[in-house]
T-cell receptor, first 110, second 113 residues
Framework: NAGVTQTPKFQVLKTGQSMTLQCAQD?????MSWYRQDPGMGLRLIHY???????DQGEVPNGYNVSRSTTEDFPLRLLSAAPSQTSVYFC?????????FGQGTRLTVV | DQQVKQNSPSLSVQEGRISILNCDYT??????FLWYKKYPAEGPTFLIS?????DKNEDGRFTVFLNKSAKHLSLHIVPSQPGDSAVYFC????????????FGTGTRLKVLA
């Protein structure tokens, strides 16, 4: 049982590049979300999805796009990376009120 | 504006003693609270939760207390063990059922052997 799998674990991007952070879960959870963790800021919600085809914005959605075509996958897209998006990104899926997090993607934008 | 605050960035406790981690919130609409533990290079893992209809929830060595009038919750770990050394986040959500958790900034606990 893999739980929540995030790829890649590490990524360095140049300013202006685009990329997609992948997130997959095998628990058949309807609810998934993306957070970023920055020093002194805790985890902040970027986008979330309550089921396939349904997404909504969290606290800090600017600069990020998401889609949810299947229950299993919830990719996060950075269209034009900026240094302010340097962070650790966590994907989570929820069973009831308990969130299961992936191991994170450490992204550096130079 | 930080709706969930953990004012102590770090805490050191001797092994076997009690660890008390505190969390304050400002949004009176929050009705469900959780604690997560995070080790370096890993994702957060769920520890314990409490609904606003309760004032205490216990799970083994971990107890969470909720004081709604003070908008304050605390996590007690008794006895503390070196393996408890981690960053602890509290999180809260509103009654909307959207599971939009707001996290605090975390407290780094170090349990000294």
């Amino acid at each position: 049982n893999a739980g929540v799998t995030q790829t890649p674990k590490f990524q360095v991007l140049k300013t202006g590049q685009s990329m997609t952070l992948q997130c997959a879960q095998d628990m058949n959870h309807e609810y998934m979300s993306w957070y970023r963790q920055d020093p002194g800021m805790g985890l902040r919600l970027i986008h979330y999805s309550v089921g396939a085809g349904i997404t909504d914005q969290g606290e800090v959605p600017n600069g990020y796009n998401v889609s949810r075509s299947t229950t299993e996958d919830f990719p996060l897209r950075l269209l034009s990376a900026a240094p302010s998006q340097t962070s650790v990104y966590f994907c989570a899926s929820l069973r009831g009120t308990e969130a299961f997090f992936g191991q994170g993607t450490r992204l550096t934008v130079v | 504006d930080q709706q969930v605050k953990q004012n102590s960035p770090s805490l050191s406790v001797q092994e076997g003693r009690i660890s008390i981690l505190n969390c304050d919130y400002t949004n009176s609409m929050f009705d469900y609270f959780l604690w997560y533990k995070k080790y370096p290079a890993e994702g957060p893992t769920f520890l314990i939760s409490i609904s606003s209809i309760k004032d205490k929830n216990e799970d083994g060595r971990f107890t969470v207390f909720l004081n709604k009038s003070a908008k304050h919750l605390s996590l007690h770990i008794v006895p503390s063990q070196p393996g408890d050394s981690a960053v602890y986040f509290c999180a809260a959500s509103e009654a909307s059922g959207t599971y939009k958790y707001i996290f605090g900034t975390g407290t780094r606990l170090k349990v000294l052997a």
